[in-house]
């Protein structure tokens, strides 16, 4: 995952050109970089979500171990405007939820196989620019 540095400094890169460059992508070539977009989240948000299910964390409680680990709703939504017309350059907006569960059991084990519920959740922003053909992160 990124850096907090690196991921604020890409998120106020990513607001300035969403204001001084509104407007929504049309064309066709602007809904094939829509398109890759989506497909880019999908593929994000499944490495993010299999990282964060190997950061559990178990703790010592009465009567037993409580797990605990970050994960990410399963719903999100995209948004891509056009940062720079000349440059084909983009800004893509992928909106989820950064949710926090947790479980508990006799042992570890019994803790880390669930069923886990849901203890917090969190609306998030991440922000990808569109290059050379290409999203990254």
Same mark, same amino acid.
């Given at each position: 995952?990124? /850096?907090?540095?690196? *991921? *604020?400094?890409?998120?106020?890169?990513?607001?300035?050109?969403?204001?001084?460059?509104?407007?929504?992508?049309?064309?066709?070539?602007?809904?094939?970089? @829509?398109?890759? *977009? @989506?497909?880019?989240?999908?593929?994000?948000?499944?490495?993010?979500?299999?990282?964060?299910?190997?950061?559990?964390?178990?703790?010592?409680?009465? @009567?037993?171990?409580?797990? /605990? &680990?970050?994960?990410?709703?399963?719903? &999100?939504?995209?948004?891509?405007?056009?940062?720079?017309? @000349?440059?084909?350059?983009?800004?893509?907006?992928?909106? &989820?939820?950064?949710?926090?569960?947790?479980?508990?059991?006799?042992?570890?084990?019994?803790?880390?196989?669930?069923?886990?519920?849901?203890?917090?959740?969190?609306?998030?922003?991440?922000?990808?620019?569109?290059?050379?053909?290409?999203?990254?992160?």
């Amino acid at each position: 995952m990124l /850096e907090k540095k690196r *991921f *604020f400094k890409l998120c106020l890169l990513g607001m300035l050109c969403i204001a001084v460059v509104p407007g929504t992508a049309l064309s066709s070539d602007n809904q094939v970089v @829509e398109k890759r *977009f @989506e497909s880019f989240c999908k593929e994000w948000m499944q490495i993010v979500k299999n990282f964060a299910a190997k950061k559990m964390q178990y703790r010592k409680a009465d @009567e037993g171990f409580i797990a /605990e &680990y970050d994960g990410f709703s399963d719903t &999100y939504s995209t948004q891509v405007k056009i940062a720079d017309y @000349e440059k084909k350059t983009y800004v893509g907006i992928l909106s &989820y939820k950064e949710v926090k569960f947790k479980n508990h059991g006799k042992t570890p084990d019994a803790a880390k196989k669930g069923p886990f519920y849901i203890v917090s959740q969190s609306p998030v922003k991440a922000i990808f620019m569109y290059r050379n053909g290409q999203w990254q992160n």
